[in-house]
T-cell receptor, first 111, second 113 residues
Framework: QQQVKQSPQSLIVQKGGISIINCAYENTAFDYFPWYQQFPGKGPALLIAIRPDVSEKKEGRFTISFNKSAKQFSLHIMDSQPGDSATYFCAAYHSNYQLIWGAGTKLIIKP | NAGVTQTPKFRVLKTGQSMTLLCAQDMNHEYMYWYRQDPGMGLRLIHYSVGEGTTAKGEVPDGYNVSRLKKQNFLLGLESAAPSQTSVYFC????????????FGPGTRLTVL
């Protein structure tokens, strides 16, 4: 019930392509969905976040798409660049819990 | 403004030894967290604190203790280290709980032999 399932575990995308990472949840009480980006040897950092009353949020090349009925949300990285190579974590929050984290996706952008 | 700092960066322990990891933040944040990160398992919350003098258990608290005697510091202790505690440990802080952004430290890589 409290899990957030993230896929794929790893992803290789050509430079300039679109990277897509998916997450799914069960608990409909979750009401805040952030994505964090982690570079090797560093701690995660907030990338972008969305609430369930919005179906899409865009910040530069990064877009979150949210499907409330399917209980799924995804991160799209347009025009992917080698500097985007990192591990990406989705997460979900409900006031009765702390953040619940997905398992992470290691993204490699090939030049 | 250093943000969140962690000490030490690396540590190797033998089974049964004890150690303390120190986390410090200079952002006057109320909430602080300790996570462990293991391959394929994401971040798992060990303990957290909602303010000076308070602590609470997270998802995987067994084998760890914490203390928050000062608002800016959050200590994670391992009383008797086990190989299963080999992991990368991250400290984070946030202004308040819930939907507030968490700011992470650089991590401590701990190996228990």
């Amino acid at each position: 019930q409290q899990q957030v399932k993230q896929s794929p575990q790893s992803l290789i995308v050509q430079k300039g392509g679109i990277s897509i990472i998916n997450c799914a949840y069960e608990n409909t009480a979750f009401d805040y969905f952030p994505w964090y980006q982690q570079f090797p040897g560093k701690g995660p950092a907030l990338l972008i976040a969305i609430r369930p009353d919005v179906s899409e949020k865009k910040e530069g090349r990064f877009t979150i798409s949210f499907n409330k009925s399917a209980k799924q949300f995804s991160l799209h990285i347009m025009d992917s660049q080698p500097g985007d190579s990192a591990t990406y974590f989705c997460a979900a929050y409900h006031s009765n819990y702390q953040l619940i984290w997905g398992a992470g996706t290691k993204l490699i952008i090939k030049p | 403004n250093a943000g969140v700092t962690q000490t030490p960066k690396f540590r190797v322990l033998k089974t049964g030894q004890s150690m303390t990891l120190l986390c410090a933040q200079d952002m006057n944040h109320e909430y602080m967290y300790w996570y462990r990160q293991d391959p394929g398992m994401g971040l798992r919350l060990i303990h957290y604190s909602v303010g000076e003098g308070t602590t609470a258990k997270g998802e995987v608290p067994d084998g760890y203790n914490v203390s928050r005697l000062k608002k800016q510091n959050f200590l994670l202790g391992l009383e008797s280290a086990a190989p299963s505690q080999t992991s990368v440990y991250f400290c984070a802080s946030s202004l308040a709980g819930g939907r507030n952004e968490q700011f992470f430290g650089p991590g401590t890589r701990l190996t228990v032999l």
